[in-house]
């Protein structure tokens, strides 16, 4: 396994970081342990997960990602050899806290005594907020629409406020942001170092061979600010598996029981860089996972690349990635490709 700084602290994570959305819905308990047990045989030592999981979010197993999480710590008696992040979920779904703003103090203290409980831990080292409450674009919005009478959101300097207790108090270590703009992340930075408080150590934002919108504005920052891309969804929900090529729609894969969840890979740009990047995969004897995730782990911004599977083959598979290098020639091929059909599932 390789690992790099989170951020500007003292913790060194892996490269790879072991996603954990699918516990609880796609993934029982057991088959839960077994990844984590295989992980941390590989050298994973950085889990993450959120409140709001499993996924897609519903009423019924909120939580529950966490909570088999929890019930592994208990088992394994193993918390303190995992650097483990989870996140308060943003505004919008009435069964979390009525659904309305959520990043005030008092639903910020109650997502973390919550997620601490779940979790049944004492503390969290990366402590994340999943999206943002202002109006802004994520989850693949494009066309940012300003409103000047926007609903209230928290103010940035409050909830860095909020934070420093939190960590005054040893209940997080650090903490990261979600789905931001290079707005936001510049913001929260600057109020940061002008206010003494807490600073952001990394952005977990998706990247991937079909999204590479990050480059844009977002890895500067994080280079010139050491606080780097936690990146999800590298194989673009399963498509940079190649699974879904020539229209195929594999019995219980994502697409088959959560299509309209993914709206942003239903086109056929993507389908077009899919079958690009396969050809490529091909070539240098590479299956189009082991191409995918090995250009996520190679780019400098990246801090770490968060993998997730429902099958031990497809986390094998993943994880394998780890000794795959891309030499200079494969790259370029790669942004050959990029150029003409640039981000078409952002």
């Known amino acids: 396994m390789k690992f790099k700084k989170l951020g500007n602290t003292d913790l060194d994570v892996s490269l790879i970081c072991l996603g954990t959305m699918t516990y609880g819905e796609q993934n029982t308990e057991s088959e839960g342990f077994e990844q984590m047990d295989y992980a941390m045989e590989k050298g994973i030592n950085f889990f993450d997960t959120a409140e709001l999981y499993a996924i897609p979010p519903k009423q019924k197993t909120y939580g529950k990602t966490e909570e088999i999480i929890g019930n592994w710590f208990t088992k394994r008696n193993n918390r303190k050899k995992i650097i483990l992040a989870t996140k308060i979920a943003g505004p919008g779904l009435k069964w979390i806290r009525g659904g309305g703003e959520q990043f005030s103090k008092k639903s910020i203290q109650e997502s973390v005594e919550n997620s601490l409980r779940r979790l049944k831990t004492d503390y969290i080292d990366l402590f994340q907020l999943h999206w943002p409450e202002r109006n802004t674009n994520y989850f693949g919005d494009l066309n940012y629409e300003h409103e000047e009478n926007e609903k209230k959101w928290n103010d940035f300097k409050d ?5 420093k207790k939190l960590i005054d108090q040893g209940k997080i270590r650090f903490i990261g942001l979600s789905n931001e703009t290079p707005w936001g992340f510049s913001k929260f930075l600057q109020i940061a170092e002008q206010e003494n408080l807490p600073r952001v150590v990394s952005v977990q934002n998706p990247y991937s061979l079909v999204n590479r919108s990050y480059e844009i504005g977002m890895s500067e920052i994080s280079i010139r600010e050491s606080a780097g ?20 729609i594999p019995k219980n894969s994502r697409m088959d029981l959560f299509y309209n969840n993914y709206p942003r890979y239903h086109n056929t740009r993507t389908y077009d860089a899919v079958d690009e990047y396969f050809k490529i995969a091909q070539k240098y004897k590479l299956t189009l996972t082991q191409l995918s995730q090995a250009f996520v782990n190679s780019r400098d911004f990246v801090t770490s690349n968060i993998i997730g599977a429902t099958t031990m083959k497809q986390l094998k598979e993943n994880v394998e990635s780890i000794s795959i290098s891309l030499d200079s020639k494969i790259v370029d091929e790669i942004n050959f490709v990029h150029e003409k059909i640039p981000n078409p599932a952002p």
């Open 229 to 248: 891309l936690l990146a999800y969804s590298p194989l673009a929900a399963g498509y940079l598996t190649g699974k879904y090529r020539n229209n195929q």
């Open 159 to 163: 909830i860095l406020k909020t934070f």
